[in-house]
Structure formats: structure tokens, C-alpha cells
């Protein structure tokens, strides 16, 4: 049977504009929660904000200039993530190699400054010098459709494997991830480049979140410790801004190459609650991890780490404590879990990728992240959340990353730890 690796990880954080940046900070409790952006502050004086560290226009190819934010973010992930695996089209099958996406809200910046200059030409025409305010820039449409950064690596890199992107809000890339994983072991890809990217730090898209009430106030001490996954005081998740691309491949593939593995990956489970918009279902979460167990061939008992979902809202963090103790039942308190969204932010549709990355990191290097600001346990999450503290040198087996989503959409990603075959 097909063994499918991760042999490549390139991520674009609110902690830091690569891998190792980004993963040191996490170890660290290191929070990158600032204030939201002038422009949403006008509106939503106490708005925070977990945005990228200055930096990434260095990082772009001039080609990028002309792409929406949340593209050229995950092509700057998507090179990352092709160098380190040592990706060549001359050791790659590209007929048999593709691209799978998840966002959340494609084109979030391109569709505000669309309004924007609409508004602005309708109502100044004189600050505007009279421009007709339908006249717009003619690839308005390709940097707002949802494939466009699957369509931009695809050609980038000459990927004439399958082209799919996932929109399932906070599962988007988790769904892309398990997809392509899918379609490897199946047989219909060797090779597939998996990208999960987000940019929604607009004014529009604050306040669409804000009138769900789930985003959180500043700390009254310290704003960057604002986001307090399964903390008594928690009051909402921070809006963040990222990337993260993986590439998946056949085990003997990545070998061949002498390619640096993360990890195998070895579970996949995809649930629904079929019940509220809004809500989370224990049920519908905990029907994912036992999927993605029993895909794995696997007990409970086997699992070493798990990265939560852990938004840092009251009904989620309770709801995912519940869930897990319902699939892990005694053993639960034993397993270490913790919510690298109090230091990143909440990266939507990048989320799952980000978070899967951190994991299997995770796995590579025995050691695990804390959940920053926690200080205040809330006895509704009885389990074991890391606080604070990031731990080292564990011997870290199975590890599981959970993506849970609005509309009721559910992923649990199942990771092993890797190890070369004994010799003959």
C-alpha cells in the first residue's frame, strides 16, 4: 500500500515569514497580536489583528505585484515549501503532480479595493480626476476567483496534475490537505502541493466577523496576550493574516530524492453536524478524530499530541474539550493539546494548513507549543493544554490536528512520526 509523506514546508506567519521563524516563536508563546488596521480601527476602535511581520515584498517575485494579497502569500509559502523538498520538474513527474487549495474568502483585498474605487469615482469625481467609476483594472475577475492561487502555482511550477481548491471556511486547507492525500494514495497523483492561505484584514471582512460577535477584546494589561484558548476569561479568537503550503508525495518518491520527511500521513476524517450554522457539534467533531483513527488503523491510546482547533471562544473551546474526551474517554487528560491560534491568530481558511504544519513539525522535533495566556483554566476544559510552556524532548508517535468550521464542517488530520525502513 501507498505511504503518502510530507516532504516540504514552507509557512508565512503573523510569528515570522518562514518555517523556522515561525515554529521557534510558537515555542516560545511568542503572541503576534497587535491592533487591527488603521482603516478597520476607524470603524471598530478595539479591533485587533495578528498581521505578517514587514518584510514579504522582498520575498515576491515580480510576477506576484500584480496578484490579491492572499495569493501571493501562499505562492511566497509555495516556493518555500518546493525548495525545501528539493522539487525539480526534472525529478517530477508534472503530469502526475498537482495543486490543491483551501481559503476561506478568496480575494478579500482586490473585492475591498473594487468597492472602494467604485465609491470613490462615483461620489469625487474630482479628487478621482473624473475616471469613470465601472472602468476597473481588467483582472479584477482573476485575482478575486477562488482558484487563482491554484492556478498560479499550477503554471508557475507546470503542475498538469489535477487543480482543485476548497473553500470550507476555517477547514479549507485541513480539506485540501486530506483531498490530496486522498488522491495520492488512490493513485491518480504522485505528487501534489498543498496550500492553505488567507488575507481578510480588510475593513469589509471585520465587520462581517464583528457582527458574529466571536473576535476578541484587547487585554486590559496586554493586548498581545488577547487570545485565551481554553482560559476562563476567553472572549473570542484574533483576526491573522498567513500561509503555509506542504508538499505531499509517495513515500518511496521523497526517499529516492533523499528529501527531509515530517512526517506520514495517515488519517483523514471529514464529519458534518447537520444541525446549526453557527454552533459546534461535540458529536459531529468527535465522528471526524474516530474517522481518522480508524483510517490509520489505530487506537486511542496511540495518539501523543493533538493540535486543537482552539478559536478561544466560550461555546468552541468547550465544545472541543468535550469531543475530545468523548473519542479519548480516560485516557484524555494524559494527551498534551494546544492552541497555537493564541500566538497566530485565526487564519481561517489557511488555519488547517498552518496548523497541520506546526504538527507535524511537531513530530519531527519531539518538541510541542504551548497555549499561550493561559492562566485561568476553565474547569469546562478539563484536559491538558500546555500551558504557557512549550515541551521538550517527547517522544511524540501519532499526532492529530482538528479544523472545525462553520456550516458544520469538521477535519481531523492524523499524522506518524517517521522512520526510515530498517535495512536488509
Not at 509559502?77 to 487549495?101: E, H, K, P
Not at 471556511?169 to 501534489?192: F, H, K, N, P, Y
Not at 484536559?383 to 479544523?403: C, F, I, K, M, T
Amino acid at each position: 500500500m501507498r505511504e503518502v509523506v510530507v516532504s516540504g514546508i514552507g509557512l508565512v506567519t503573523p510569528s515570522g515569514l518562514t518555517r523556522d521563524a515561525s515554529f521557534a516563536a510558537w515555542l516560545e508563546g511568542r503572541s503576534a497580536v497587535t491592533q487591527a488596521p488603521e482603516a478597520v480601527r476607524r470603524w471598530l476602535p478595539n479591533a485587533l489583528a495578528a498581521p505578517l511581520p514587514p518584510g514579504l515584498e522582498t520575498r515576491l517575485e515580480r510576477a506576484d505585484h500584480g496578484l490579491d494579497r492572499a495569493t501571493q502569500l501562499g505562492m511566497v509559502a509555495a516556493a518555500a515549501a518546493l525548495q525545501d523538498a528539493g522539487f525539480s520538474r526534472d525529478t517530477v513527474n508534472t503530469d502526475r503532480a498537482g495543486v490543491y487549495v483551501g481559503v476561506g474568502l478568496a480575494g478579500a483585498e482586490t473585492l475591498e479595493a473594487l468597492y472602494s474605487t467604485f465609491y470613490q469615482r462615483l461620489y469625487d469625481p474630482e479628487g478621482s480626476g473624473h475616471r469613470n467609476p465601472t472602468v476597473l483594472h481588467p483582472l479584477t475577475v482573476p485575482r478575486l476567483m477562488a482558484n487563482a492561487t491554484a492556478a498560479a502555482a499550477s503554471m508557475r511550477y507546470g503542475l498538469k496534475g489535477s487543480s482543485h481548491t476548497y473553500s470550507v471556511a476555517c477547514a479549507s486547507s485541513a480539506v485540501a490537505i486530506g483531498e490530496a492525500w486522498r488522491a495520492i494514495l488512490a493513485g491518480q497523483a504522485d505528487t501534489m502541493l498543498v496550500i492553505g492561505t488567507e488575507a481578510q484584514l480588510t475593513t469589509g471582512a471585520y465587520l462581517g466577523w464583528n457582527a458574529l460577535r466571536v473576535l476578541a477584546t484587547p487585554d486590559a494589561d496586554d493586548i498581545t496576550a488577547s487570545c485565551k484558548p481554553f482560559d476562563a476569561r476567553r472572549n473570542g479568537f484574533v483576526l491573522g493574516e498567513g500561509a503555509a503550503a506542504l508538499l505531499l508525495e509517495t513515500r518511496s518518491a521523497a526517499e529516492a530524492r533523499g528529501a527531509t520527511i515530517y512526517g506520514v500521513l495517515c488519517g483523514y476524517g471529514s464529519s458534518s453536524d447537520a444541525a446549526h450554522l453557527t454552533a459546534p457539534s461535540a458529536d459531529g467533531q468527535a465522528r471526524a478524530m474516530r474517522q481518522a483513527l480508524h483510517e490509520a488503523h489505530i487506537q486511542p491510546e496511540q495518539v501523543s499530541y493533538i493540535n486543537a482547533h482552539g478559536t478561544a471562544t466560550q461555546v468552541g473551546d468547550a465544545t472541543e474539550s468535550q469531543s475530545i474526551q468523548d473519542v479519548f474517554g480516560p485516557y484524555a487528560g494524559q494527551i498534551p493539546v494546544s492552541a497555537t491560534k493564541s500566538m497566530h491568530g485565526h487564519l481561517i481558511g489557511a488555519a488547517g494548513a498552518v496548523e497541520f504544519a506546526s504538527t507535524l513539525l511537531s513530530l519531527h522535533t519531539g518538541s510541542i507549543p504551548p497555549t499561550a495566556n493561559l492562566h485561568a483554566p476553565d474547569p469546562a476544559c478539563p484536559l491538558d493544554y500546555v500551558p504557557l510552556q512549550a515541551r521538550h524532548g517527547l517522544a511524540l508517535e501519532y499526532a492529530l490536528s482538528n479544523s472545525f468550521a462553520f456550516g458544520g464542517s469538521n477535519v481531523s488530520l492524523l499524522a506518524r512520526k517517521y522512520r526510515p525502513h530498517a535495512s536488509a
